[in-house]
């Protein structure tokens, strides 16, 4: 079992960076595949970026593309999206997601896919 913890979230200008992490606690952050969805007022949440157990594969979805960044640092058991060029539509309450699958771009989207789920951080992204 893991627990994960989201901090970094804040009001930012359009345009401007963020860089959210989750911290994972017990010593299996390894075999964990981890994903960031986020969840605006009224919608469904939806997904955002997840990267394999060891860091060498990554996914993202179309609508951050070229703006966000996911990394990991498995001796620190902590995961990183690195955001840049925020716009006001990406303003949402941003989740971070652990699963023990095996890692794969199709099955990492989907938000039943991920056993364990932080509290969230809200990011608002001002026009």
């Known amino acids: 079992q893991v627990q994960v913890v989201e901090s970094g979230g804040g009001l930012v200008q359009a345009g401007g960076s963020l860089r959210l992490s989750c911290a994972a606690s017990g010593r299996t952050f390894r075999y964990y595949a981890m994903g960031w969805f986020r969840q605006a007022p009224g919608k469904e949440r939806e997904f955002v970026a997840a990267i394999s157990q060891s860091g060498d594969s990554t996914a993202y979805a179309d609508s951050v593309k070229g703006r966000f960044t996911v990394s990991r640092d498995n001796a620190k058991n902590t995961v990183y999206l690195q955001m840049s060029s925020l716009k006001p539509e990406d303003t949402a309450v941003y989740y971070c997601?652990?699963?023990?699958?095996?890692?794969?771009?199709?099955?990492?989207?989907?938000?039943?896919?991920?056993?364990?789920w932080g509290q969230g951080t809200q990011v608002t992204v001002s026009s």
């Open positions: 997601a652990a699963s023990p699958r095996r890692f794969t771009i199709a099955q990492c989207m989907g938000v039943n896919w991920y056993d364990y």
